[in-house]
């Protein structure tokens, strides 16, 4: 489940900070069920219409499947419902002989469970019922014991690993942060522990902590407008990111007010292109940055339309959008704090970013103004 850790750990993990020493640092990461059953949708459910075979015989003649998870909160624990498809079968005359099929509904309460490092974040099952589509409990003792063997273990197997994750985090985040901030990225990074999780009607919300230093306690350094090298890169970049998420507005079920939604979105990403246009070329002043007016302006209509249409996306696709919703949410709400490894929510900010893209970008390239005249 590496997107599924990745996710977690990168939606504003970085952007929250206090100007001085070293200090550490605790905040809320929430995750909404419809983006986890979007996740195990994705890396979990690799067959047909939402499907996994959770077991099979080398024969092929029976078989174990799970289909259609759907994920809620119940008693402070995960609830997953799946439908189940069981047959238990022999092979006879190089034919299958059915012996037991069976259909109907399984469901598991698993509690969030922290381990005492406060690294490992897992779901074990502490409860695990099968019904048949009338309701009525399963009583056949040879597929009860198959799905306690088979299918509790797949569901379980959901772990958050901090271990792993550190890898993906920083590769993940080090292009949106200056060279000179790297190394303080590393230790953020390797700091990283869960303090306190909780599962609730809405989804799972993590206390995560970590040690942040901010090196500009002195005062951030104004980052000069782009030049024109710079600019056209950066419009490359813009562009190709507008065409995308222009393409999945188009494509994304927005539960309500569909054609109404994706014109506010549209209206919205029209004018974050001007706003960061201006941010990046005109003069810096900090009481009248289009930045920062612009999400102070935009964020509270964009944020809910972006979370109903991105919970509901293809999990690759929900990754990348609720990813950035999250962050940037947080900077919205937080950024007043502190500007931790740089980041700021300003046309200064904004500048000091584009330019991290475009270095990630062009590596072995060098951005030079042209000549005038």
């Not at 979990?44 to 994920?71: M, T």
């Not at 940037?328 to 904004?350: A, F, K, R, W």
Request: net charge neutral; proline share 5%; glycine share 6%.
């Amino acid at each position: 489940m590496s997107k599924m850790r990745t996710l977690l750990l990168t939606t504003g993990l970085l952007l929250t900070a206090q100007t001085g020493m070293a200090r550490e640092i605790n905040i809320p990461v929430p995750m909404e069920y419809g983006l986890i059953k979007s996740v195990l949708v994705s890396e979990l459910y690799d067959g047909p219409n939402e499907s996994v075979r959770a077991w099979k015989d080398g024969k092929q003649c029976s078989f174990l499947d799970l289909d259609h998870p759907q994920i809620s909160g119940e008693q402070g624990q995960v609830k997953i419902q799946n439908n189940v498809q069981a047959r238990v079968g022999t092979a006879l005359g190089g034919k299958c002989m059915t012996l037991i099929e069976w259909s109907g509904i399984l469901q598991t309460l698993q509690q969030p469970t922290l381990d005492a490092s406060g690294n490992v974040l897992s779901f074990p099952v502490t409860q695990l019922n099968a019904f048949d589509r009338n309701g009525q409990p399963l009583n056949i003792a040879q597929l009860q014991s198959l799905i306690k063997k088979a299918a509790e273990p797949k569901l379980a197997a959901l772990k958050i690993d901090l271990n792993q994750s550190r890898p993906d985090i920083t590769k993940t985040l080090l292009p949106f942060i200056a060279a000179e901030d790297s190394e303080e990225l590393h230790d953020t990074i390797n700091s990283l522990r869960f303090n306190q999780v909780k599962a609730d009607e809405k989804g799972i919300l993590i206390n995560v902590g970590y040690s942040a230093t901010n090196q500009n306690a002195g005062g951030l350094k104004a980052a000069p407008v782009l030049n024109e090298a710079e600019l056209n890169q950066w419009r490359k970049l813009w562009q190709g990111w507008q065409m995308s998420l222009e393409k999945n507005i188009e494509k994304a079920p927005i539960a309500t007010n569909a054609d109404a939604s994706r014109a506010s979105l549209r209206d919205v990403l029209q004018k974050a292109g001007v706003a960061f246009e201006q941010g990046l070329t005109a003069e810096y002043v900090a009481e009248n940055d289009p930045v920062r007016k612009f999400f102070n302006s935009s964020w509270d209509v964009l944020a809910p339309l972006l979370r109903d249409a991105s919970t509901q996306l293809p999990g690759n696709s929900s990754l990348r959008y609720v990813t950035l919703i999250a962050a940037t949410d947080l900077m919205y709400e937080l950024e007043s704090i502190g500007s931790p490894l740089g980041l700021e929510v300003s046309s200064n900010g904004l500048r000091k970013l584009a330019r991290s893209l475009i270095a990630h970008e062009n590596p072995k390239g060098k951005t030079k103004a042209k000549r005038k005249g």
